[in-house]
């Protein structure tokens, strides 16, 4: 699997940025965070198996202690969520779920005004050739998730243009493989004037032409 190791570093550097402080409930958002993180570099790379462990952890802990039945109902979606992922027979199924887990997220952090506080977005990393390409995809869907389950519209919105705003790369490798070029970069172009209750099915759809590439090219999971 050659992407993983590149694709798990980056996840990881955000989640030291993003978790400043070392609290009971925030520390158990860290290891859901670390966790979701996981689900969504495998699928990424189009490997269902590698998003399977982290989910059902998920699966199996519950996001914070609580009493506050507001709470439960998205306790109960997350823990849903992530057994949909854990059982899914296919990438898309798994993509899918994947954008109900961040909904998950986002509604509790909403319904009780708590939640992750992401640094601004910045700058999408620069480049022309396919290897900075691809890491300023990765950038972008890093930011669309945070932009997701932070419930930031300005977050999401940077991840969205920086695959919008670049021309579809040119691939030899076949019809699919351009399609999927040019799909890419369309569904951005649509993810940056989507709605927020619309956002989780189309952070699943980005996912899936993610993942439909890698494995189309042989770059993901082997
Ligand atoms: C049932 C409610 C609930 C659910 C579901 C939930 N969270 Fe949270 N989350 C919270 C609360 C409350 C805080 C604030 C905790 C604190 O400040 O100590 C928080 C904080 C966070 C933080 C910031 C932690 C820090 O130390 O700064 C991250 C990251 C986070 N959540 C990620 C997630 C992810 C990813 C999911 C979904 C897989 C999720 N949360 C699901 C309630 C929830
Ligand atoms: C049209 C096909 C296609 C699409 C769509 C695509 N990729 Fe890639 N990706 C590739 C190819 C081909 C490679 C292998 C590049 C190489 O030769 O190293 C790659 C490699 C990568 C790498 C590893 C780069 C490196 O230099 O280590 C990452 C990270 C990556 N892609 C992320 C993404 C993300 C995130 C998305 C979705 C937003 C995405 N890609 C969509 C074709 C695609």
Redesign the pocket.
């Known amino acids: 699997m050659r992407l993983s190791p590149r694709v798990a570093a980056a996840a990881l550097t955000l ?1 030291v940025a ?13 290891d ?2 670390t ?3 996981s689900v969504q570099s495998a699928l990424i790379v189009g490997d269902v198996d590698g998003a399977r462990r982290p989910a059902s952890w ?1 699966a199996e802990h ?3 202690a ?1 009493t ?1 039945p507001g ?2 109902g ?2 109960d ?2 823990r849903t969520a ?1 057994v949909e992922i854990r059982d899914a027979t296919s990438v898309d199924e798994a993509a899918d779920a994947t954008g109900r ?2 909904r ?6 909403t ?2 005004n ?5 640094r601004p977005a910045g700058e999408p990393p620069e480049g022309d050739d396919r290897s900075s390409h691809m890491t300023r995809n990765l950038w972008a869907m890093d930011r669309m998730w945070e932009g997701l ?2 419930a930031s519209s300005d977050t999401w919105e940077a991840g969205a243009r920086a695959i919008a705003d670049e021309e579809p790369e040119s691939f030899s490798g076949g019809s699919a493989v351009a399609a999927l070029a040019r799909a890419i970069h369309e569904q951005a172009t649509r993810a940056e004037r989507t709605p927020t209750g619309n956002r989780a099915e189309v952070y699943a759809d980005l996912l899936k032409t993610c993942a439909g590439c890698h494995t189309l090219v042989g770059a993901g999971a082997d």
Do not use: E
Request: aromatic fraction near 8%; charged fraction near 15%; proline fraction near 2%.
């Open positions: 989640v993003s978790c400043a402080t070392a609290g009971t409930a925030g520390d158990r958002m860290f859901h965070f966790r979701a993180s998920l519950d996001a914070v609580t506050a709470d439960r998205w306790i979606a997350l992530s887990l961040a998950s997220c986002a509604g509790c952090h319904s009780s708590a939640g992750p506080r992401f389950i932070g």
